[in-house]
């Protein structure tokens, strides 16, 4: 084949990359590397074409040989890097972005790789330090400035997080990422004038339904601060319902996972336990449905002089992958080198104590398994009023593609299945897991405080009952409420709603006054 019959066919290639049409890249471009096979760019397009696929395995290795070829190829790098980060090897991946930079300190798309990195492992200052000079180099992103405000906020620098919210509005109008992410700080019994800036872009032609979506949160919002409740459902059901809508169903593969889960761990012997782990590290596990405490219940516990956070990591969601507890042999996932793995990706965190606190909400799948690989572990499980705690979910945007979150239906549905999940592990691991009520925590603070300390095995400190004075980043939707001192005007938050979601209320399960601590 000749240079230039080589160049037509690369350029098919692009252009059916561009299209999405992976699979056809992958079977073309090992045609032709039979023939070129020193050729980095095929290996460098046929590697990205599999970490679309969530083939990272097979990306990894097309990536190495790509850069093996060309040492520079600094696309091919970035990409491995990319790769590392979704196989939960971030070592390698800030690696990657690092040798990128040192190519080309400009290379922006490291930089904000390195960034986000840095965002996981919790380490806001370079992260925020690498989006300033990400935004020096190019100001015409507008995922920067959402980023940039996005740490602010992390942080409690709120009025920096308006500014950048603010410079981002100017400069994209229909940025509506910004609106909703500003919105979360503004008291719109303040500001009625920003409201009606919101009202009146909602009208604008330009805006695609993705964009409406964060608008009607945003207006929701503000109509909720107004205390008119009505206007305020309206809104927060329309975000809802075209977010649902924008989303593929996965409420019944969650079920399929429970029911695997269930089946296994029902006759599972817990005596046998995984010796290899590090015993000089206790990790407490802090868990429950988004909105039910657990940022404030990590707070707390990470105020202690001998606790570390580590925040949301959400580890176990992807080396667990539901779809291969639901096809394989669960015996098969309790040989899997899970221990190393674990310590290994919480090595960047950079973390000075040995009891560390992770708060990955959805970890009650999991419990079977984190008690068999790490027995030592402390389980919290946080809960909240039923509706108190559905309607908060349903009043939030969240950045995961979690489809039950947007339907009344499906929300309660998945309610349901969480009560029985919890259920189910109370039933079979009885007082290994601490049951605590956020009313409780609100109503009876100090009371309630010393039971989770103790119950971590820890000595008092006083600095717990002052936990909204830890310094502690905070990646949730929880930014504004965590690091305050605990208030109680959240409790019964529903009769605000009641009227409009009463029967999705009635379908929810009665509370286990069994699970009550």
């Keep these: 084949m000749n240079k230039l019959n080589l160049k037509n066919i690369i350029q098919i290639i692009i252009n059916k990359f561009k299209n999405n049409d992976f699979d056809f890249v992958i079977e073309k471009s090992n045609l032709l590397l039979e023939e070129f096979k020193d050729n980095d760019f095929l290996w460098t397009i046929q590697g990205v074409s599999y970490l679309n696929k969530n083939d990272e395995i097979n990306c990894i290795k097309c990536l190495q040989i790509a850069i093996k070829i060309n040492p520079k190829n600094i696309d091919a790098i970035n990409y491995l890097g990319i790769a590392y980060k979704r196989s939960n090897d971030l070592s390698k991946a800030e690696e990657c972005y690092l040798e990128c930079i040192d190519i080309n300190p400009n290379y922006i798309n490291s930089l904000l790789n390195l960034a986000n990195l840095k965002i996981i492992i919790n380490n806001f200052d370079d992260a925020i330090l690498l989006y300033i000079k990400a935004l020096k180099i190019d100001k015409n992103i507008e995922d920067i400035y959402i980023n940039l405000a996005h740490a602010y906020q992390s942080t409690g620098q709120f009025e920096k997080a308006k500014l950048i919210l603010n410079k981002c509005l100017k400069k994209f109008p229909l940025c509506t990422k910004a609106d909703r992410l500003l919105s979360s700080q503004i008291d719109f019994n303040d500001d009625a004038s920003y409201l009606d800036s919101l009202l009146k872009k909602l009208d604008d032609n330009k805006l695609d339904q993705e964009k409406k979506i964060e608008l009607f949160f945003a207006i929701g919002k ?195 299945l969480y009560k029985d999940i919890m259920k189910f592990w109370n039933k079979i691991m009885g007082d290994e897991i601490l049951n605590i009520r956020y009313e409780n925590l609100i109503n009876n603070k100090e009371h309630t405080i010393k039971k989770i300390i103790s119950y971590c095995e820890l000595e008092w400190n006083e600095k717990c009952l002052n936990h909204h004075k830890n310094n502690m980043s905070i990646r949730t939707l929880s930014t504004n409420q965590a690091n305050k001192p605990i208030y109680s005007s959240s409790i019964n938050s529903y009769k605000n709603y009641e009227i409009y979601l009463r029967e999705t209320f009635n379908n929810l399960i009665q509370e286990d006054t069994q699970l009550v601590q």
Aim: proline share 1%; hydrophobic share 30%.
């Design 222 to 416: 503000a109509f909720e601060d107004k205390k008119d409740y009505k206007k305020s459902f309206n809104y927060y059901s329309k975000g809802n319902y075209w977010k649902r809508n924008s989303l593929k169903s996965n409420i019944n593969q969650k079920i399929k996972l429970f029911e695997s889960i269930k089946s296994f761990f029902t006759n599972y012997d817990h005596k046998k336990q995984n010796n290899i782990y590090d015993k000089e590290k206790k990790i407490i596990f802090i868990f429950g449905l988004p909105r039910s405490g657990t940022t404030l219940i990590e707070n707390i516990i990470s105020s202690h002089d001998k606790v570390s956070s580590a925040g949301e990591i959400n580890f176990l969601n992807k080396f667990f992958k539901d779809k291969d507890i639901i096809s394989n042999n669960i015996n098969n996932l309790l040989d899997l080198d899970f221990n190393k793995k674990y310590f290994d990706y919480l090595k960047l965190f950079n973390l000075k104590n040995n009891t560390i606190t992770d708060k990955s909400l959805n970890n009650y799948f999991y419990l079977g398994f984190m008690k068999h690989y790490l027995p030592e572990s402390k389980l919290i499980h946080c809960q909240r009023n039923a509706k108190d705690n559905c309607l908060s979910i349903y009043k939030n945007l969240f950045a995961d593609s979690q489809s039950w979150k947007y339907d009344e239906k499906e929300l309660v549905d998945y309610y349901n």
